[in-house]
């Protein structure tokens, strides 16, 4: 992956973790403007994402997404809204770490 698709990668990825932290916004306190805000968002991510998609094909970008979201928006969860994740939902994370290693690693390269 080059480093341009990977920035591209690394702006959806924040994107779509403002557009999570001001959804739980809307999960706590509601709001139509709140939830409108947040879907402008996901909006904006998946537009990024598709640069991605041009780049590495759909399963690749779809995949490194993914995981890459699911750290990002845990990290979130503990460090912003106090959330603790159990011993196994941690060693999930883990496994996600292995599985972009081994998703983004150059294929034939091993």
Same mark, same amino acid.
């Given at each position: 992956?080059?480093?341009?698709?990977?920035?591209?990668?690394?702006?959806?990825?924040?994107?779509?973790?403002?557009? !999570?932290?001001?959804l739980? %916004?809307?999960?706590?306190? #509601?709001g139509?403007?709140?939830? %409108?805000?947040?879907?402008?968002?996901?909006?904006?991510? !998946?537009?990024?994402?598709?640069? /991605?998609?041009?780049? !590495? @094909?759909?399963?690749?970008?779809?995949?490194?997404?993914?995981?890459? *979201?699911l750290?990002?928006?845990?990290?979130?969860?503990?460090? /912003?809204?106090?959330?603790?994740?159990?011993?196994? *939902?941690?060693? @999930?994370?883990a496994?996600?770490?292995?599985?972009?290693?081994?998703?983004?690693?150059? #294929?034939?390269?091993?």
């Open positions: 992956m080059s480093p341009v698709v990977f920035a591209w990668l690394a702006a959806s990825t924040a994107v779509f973790v403002a557009a !999570n932290a001001v739980k %916004t809307y999960a706590q306190s #509601g139509v403007w709140v939830l %409108t805000g947040a879907l402008a968002l996901f909006c904006v991510g !998946n537009t990024l994402m598709v640069q /991605v998609m041009r780049s !590495n @094909g759909l399963g690749l970008a779809i995949s490194l997404s993914a995981v890459f *979201q750290l990002a928006i845990s990290l979130m969860a503990v460090f /912003v809204f106090g959330e603790r994740p159990s011993p196994v *939902q941690m060693a @999930g994370m496994l996600g770490v292995v599985a972009v290693a081994l998703i983004a690693w150059p #294929g034939g390269k091993a």
